[in-house]
């Protein structure tokens, strides 16, 4: 019995050393945004050609879009939703209360996304991998008619996405940084000398 408890320590030390391994790797990888997502590009187009060539796995490669649908949805979204607020402060003044001014349509607010975008990369390239190990298992793969699963992903990826940009066009946010302000030849402000 008392042989057991170091076997136990090693085995949750050993964990804890991967464990730091891993988030080294991923403070590392952090900062190159353009590689991270080449990478799991990769990883998705390796994913494609093995389901494509096993014939199989749909129903592993439609659950798999459907995470990453959802996923881009929670990218494009911001924090804290411009319909609920808006809904908060109806609420409030339909409650007789005291209404104090918490906005000013001149003010700038940054846009803050409900999934940030490392977040994002690493649930997306950590269910690329999932998915691609489940391909290996013949439990998973089950018979169906995958050109019904593609059309139903297609409509659902239209609705879902036509809904969200009416929303983002309703509320006026844009998730991306465009038209960012360069100052100076190289973009850079050359007169902080």
């Known amino acids: 019995m008392n042989s057991e408890v170091p076997e136990e320590g090693a085995f949750w030390a050993q964990k804890s050393a991967l464990e730091q391994r891993y988030q080294i790797i991923l ?29 199989g796995w749909y129903i592993v490669t439609y659950a798999l879009g459907i995470y990453l649908l959802n996923l881009f949805l929670a990218f494009l ?3 804290i939703d411009p319909s609920l607020e808006m809904d908060m402060e109806a609420d409030s003044v339909e409650e007789g209360g005291p209404v104090l001014p918490t906005r000013s349509d001149e003010e700038f607010r940054p846009f803050v996304r ?36 593609l ?3 297609c409509i659902l990826f239209t609705l879902t996405m ?12 844009i998730p991306f940084n465009i038209g960012k302000k360069s100052y100076g030849p190289n973009g850079g402000n050359k007169n902080f000398n």
Do not use: N
């Open 151 to 153: 059309v139903y992903f």
């Open 114 to 149: 409900r999934l940030p975008e490392f977040k994002f990369w690493h649930s997306a390239t950590r269910s690329i991998v999932i998915a691609f190990f489940c391909t290996l298992f013949r439990v998973f793969d089950i018979p169906v008619f995958w050109p019904i699963l």
């Open 27 to 55: 403070d590392k990888v952090t900062p190159h945004t353009r590689e991270r997502w080449a990478f799991t590009g990769v990883v998705l187009v390796i994913y494609f050609i093995r389901v494509f060539f096993a014939q």
């Open 77 to 79: 979204q911001p924090k």
């Open 162 to 173: 036509k809904r969200q940009i009416r929303h983002m066009i309703k509320y006026r946010y």
